[in-house]
């Protein structure tokens, strides 16, 4: 696998519309199925992740950069005891370590943070769960039709 250079920044009021976009990003489709309409990210389920992003405390969140261009976001925010992580990668630029280092930078973050675990849901048919099951994430149950997954830092 290469590894491309990127750099990694804390999300910043200004990453807002990036962070949305990853949020849709996020949301796996199937192989021929049809994506979700943009108004997923309305729906409140969804749009928890993200709406009032930094005006909560323990809200923590990375940006990858090549060249000043955002390629993907990796964020925690606290719901009820356990933080829970949404990650994205643009297309084009995944396969190439961005995840596995966001993945890492943030779990460093989050123990500076005084977290003791992270939480995760995914869709068990998406490929990201190899990436997640790597850096040591395991299933814990369900959540409808995704997997939680949980990692003690």
């Known amino acids: 696998m290469e590894h491309m250079i990127f750099e990694m920044r804390k999300i910043e009021t200004a990453d807002i519309p990036f962070l949305r976009d990853m949020l849709y990003e996020s949301a796996y489709?199937?192989?021929?199925?049809?994506p979700f309409p943009i108004s997923i990210l309305d729906e409140p389920s969804v749009s928890k992740f993200i709406d009032g992003w930094?005006?909560?405390?323990?809200d923590i969140g990375l940006i990858a950069e090549i060249d000043d261009q955002s390629i993907g976001a990796i964020w925690?925010?606290?719901?009820?005891?356990?933080p829970e992580i949404g990650i994205a990668i643009c297309k084009e630029f995944r396969g190439n370590?961005?995840?596995?280092?966001?993945m890492h930078a943030l779990e460093t973050e989050a123990k500076d943070n005084g977290y003791r675990n992270l939480f995760l849901s995914v869709d068990p048919r998406n490929p990201a769960v190899r990436l997640y099951e790597r850096v040591g994430y395991v299933q814990v149950g369900w959540e409808d039709s995704f997997w939680r997954m949980e990692k003690r830092l």
Not at 76 to 82: C, K, V
């Open 29 to 34: 489709v199937p192989e021929g199925q049809e």
């Open 54 to 58: 930094g005006e909560r405390c323990g």
């Open 97 to 102: 370590g961005v995840g596995n280092a966001l």
């Open 76 to 82: 925690l925010r606290l719901f009820e005891e356990t």
